[in-house]
Each structure stands twice: as structure tokens, then as C-alpha cells.
């Protein structure tokens, strides 16, 4: 059971390049989401998706897209990259138990934009 | 806006003792909080969950309380060991509409156990 896969794990990118976070979950999870984390912060969230055909907004969407064809994938997109977006980011899923949400992460993708 | 804050935000102790992670939320009004751990270059691992209803969640040698009516929560653990050492996150659920799992976390605590 690999649980939650990003890829890639390391990836430079120039300014102004493009580029897409693959994320999939074989947990059958409804809920998954994208966080990003910048140093001796926590994480914030930028894209949620509450299962196909379904995504909103988090708390710092701008600079990033992101869609859900399937329940397995959620990949997010940097259009035009900018070094504010240099960061780690980290994609999740959840399933729904005991009304409360139970997250798995994945071990996350450290971006770097110069 | 909720916000979360943790205190300390580092702390370094020597193996076997007890220790305290705080912390505390502005906006009492959430689902459930939960901790967190982070190892370097590593995914978060769930710890705890506390629902809103809930006073404390143990699971061996941690244990987490939650005030909600205050805002805070602490993590004690005990007998600290070298395999401790981390970051500690704490992380709430919203209430308010649907929370859809959605978190808002604090910028941690990063734990080092000496030998």
C-alpha cells in the first residue's frame, strides 16, 4: 500500500517556467489536498478537492491551478513560476471517520525558483 | 482568520525526561486539533487527534489535552527518547460550514533528545 506519491521530490525551475506536482493516493480518499511550507513556518493550505470533478480554494491559491479527473490523482500547477513559490509542498488525502477527518501525507516536493 | 501558534519554538532536553509542547489557537470554535510529527525531508505522521468534545487522547507515552474554551492545547511526553527528536506540529479544524478536513497549523516545535 503506497499511500500518498508525489512526484518529483526535488525540482528547480527559473522564473517565469512552468510546472506540475503530480500527487496520487490508493487509498480510495475522497478528500485530498495541497499544502505548501516555507522555512520555520507551518504548513498553509492552497487547493482542496472534496473528491472528482471537485475543487476550491485554500488560503493561498494565487499562482497555482489544480484539477481532479480522477479520485486517485490531484495535480497541482505553477503557471508561471516566481521565487515566492519556492517552498516544500505536500499533497494529502483524507478519508472521514467519527466526524473528523483522517489525513495521510506525502513525503512532499521541495521546489526551488531562481 | 484562526490562527496557531506554538511555544516553544524549538527545545532541546536530555534522554528520559518529561516534556511539554504548548499550543494555543485564537478561535475556539473548531472540530478537532490534532499533533503532528515531521522528520527532516519526511511527510507529516498524525499523532493525536482530540475532538472538540474532548478533554485529552493518549496513545503510550503521549498524551494530549485540549482547553478549547481557552484555546490551548498541550502534548506531554514522557520518558523522552532519542527517536523523539522532530518537529511537532499542531494543526486545528475549523468549525463553521464544512471543515472538509481542511487545517490550519502552527509553525511547530522542533524536539532534539540528547543521549
Known amino acids: 500500500n503506497a499511500g500518498v506519491t508525489q512526484t518529483p521530490k526535488f525540482r528547480i525551475l527559473k522564473i517565469g517556467q512552468s510546472m506540475t506536482l503530480q500527487c496520487t493516493q490508493d487509498?480510495?480518499?475522497?478528500?485530498m489536498y495541497w499544502y505548501r511550507q516555507d522555512p520555520g513556518m507551518g504548513l498553509k493550505l492552497i487547493y482542496y478537492s472534496v473528491g472528482a470533478g471537485i475543487t476550491d480554494k485554500g488560503e493561498v491559491p494565487n499562482g497555482y491551478n489544480v484539477s481532479r479527473s480522477t479520485t486517485e490523482d490531484f495535480p497541482l500547477r505553477l503557471e508561471l513560476a516566481a521565487p515566492s513559490q519556492t517552498s516544500v509542498y505536500f499533497c494529502a488525502s483524507s478519508y472521514r471517520t467519527s466526524g473528523a477527518n483522517v489525513l495521510t501525507f506525502g513525503a512532499g516536493s521541495r521546489l526551488t525558483v531562481l | 482568520k484562526q490562527e496557531v501558534t506554538q511555544i516553544p519554538a524549538a527545545l532541546s532536553v536530555p534522554e528520559g525526561e518529561n516534556l511539554v509542547l504548548n499550543c494555543s489557537f485564537t478561535d475556539s470554535a473548531i472540530y478537532n486539533l490534532q499533533w503532528f510529527r515531521q522528520d527532516p525531508g519526511k511527510g507529516l505522521t498524525s499523532l493525536l487527534l482530540i475532538q472538540s468534545s474532548q478533554r485529552e487522547q493518549t496513545s503510550g507515552r503521549l498524551n494530549a489535552s485540549l482547553d478549547k474554551s481557552s484555546g490551548r492545547s498541550t502534548l506531554y511526553i514522557a520518558a523522552s527518547q532519542p527517536g523523539d527528536s522532530a518537529t511537532y506540529l499542531c494543526a486545528v479544524s475549523n468549525a463553521g460550514g464544512t471543515s472538509y478536513g481542511k487545517l490550519t497549523f502552527g509553525q511547530g516545535t522542533i524536539l532534539t533528545v540528547h543521549p
Open positions: 487509498m480510495n480518499h475522497n478528500y
